[in-house]
């Protein structure tokens, strides 16, 4: 689902790629360590931010940066210009373009909540996920997402919704273990899990 004008608003400033770096990304490197040399899969790229950071601060070699909106893989190609190893393309996270087993680490910045059926999300990162892969995922939540007054304002899907236990619950059934988990409140939560090896 793509985002609504406030939500492109709120995505796109100064303010939210603060946050990013100083909030969101040193919580999910305390939780799941860096990623040196990775080749690393991020959905939901919006403005570039994320792509940077993966690169600067998690050490993956390669980034894959995917949006469903094509105005937003403009906009994050325009800031990060030819900023080596990194590609952002369009894309649905439900059908992903890109080999079975070929990513090291995944990264979710607050994006799966956004997808009606994100089921099928998780199906398909785990489907590029190699064998050892690590996920990093800051989430929003069923309290949050579907609360009287963030419902008007944003754009979400309001049914088959999730809390932090079942989206722990949805990796684990499809083979990942926990590495740490922090949350905010019953809303906002940050974690890391990593891919069983055969």
């Known amino acids: 689902m793509k985002l609504n004008?406030?939500?492109?608003?709120?995505?796109?400033?100064?303010f939210r790629a603060l946050a990013q770096r100083h909030f969101e990304t040193p919580r999910l490197m305390a939780l799941g360590g860096p990623c040196p040399?990775?080749?690393?899969?991020?959905?939901g790229g919006g403005q570039g931010e994320g792509a940077r950071l993966i690169r600067e601060q998690f050490g993956a070699a390669q980034v894959f940066s995917l949006d469903l909106d094509f105005e937003m893989v403009r906009r994050a190609r325009r800031?990060?210009?030819?900023?080596?190893?990194?590609?952002?393309?369009?894309?649905?996270?439900?059908?992903?373009?890109?080999a079975d087993q070929s990513v090291d680490?995944?990264?979710?910045?607050?994006?799966?909540?956004?997808?009606?059926q994100w089921q099928d999300a998780i199906?398909?990162?785990?489907?590029?996920?190699?064998?050892?892969?690590?996920?990093?995922?800051m989430e929003v939540y069923r309290s949050l997402i579907c609360h009287p007054v963030w419902k008007r304002v944003l754009t979400h899907p309001q049914e088959n919704r999730f809390d932090q236990a079942e989206f722990v619950a949805a990796w684990e059934a499809r083979g990942w273990t926990l590495l740490g988990e922090k949350h905010l409140g019953s809303g906002l939560g940050w974690l890391a899990m990593q891919k069983g090896r055969p």
């Open 5 to 14: 004008i406030v939500e492109k608003a709120l995505v796109n400033n100064p």
């Open 79 to 98: 800031r990060l210009g030819d900023t080596p190893g990194v590609l952002c393309l369009q894309g649905d996270c439900t059908a992903l373009p890109l």
């Open 105 to 116: 680490a995944l990264f979710d910045f607050g994006v799966v909540h956004h997808v009606p």
């Open 37 to 43: 040399g990775a080749c690393a899969l991020e959905i």
């Open 123 to 137: 199906d398909e990162l785990d489907r590029v996920a190699r064998p050892g892969a690590t996920l990093y995922a």
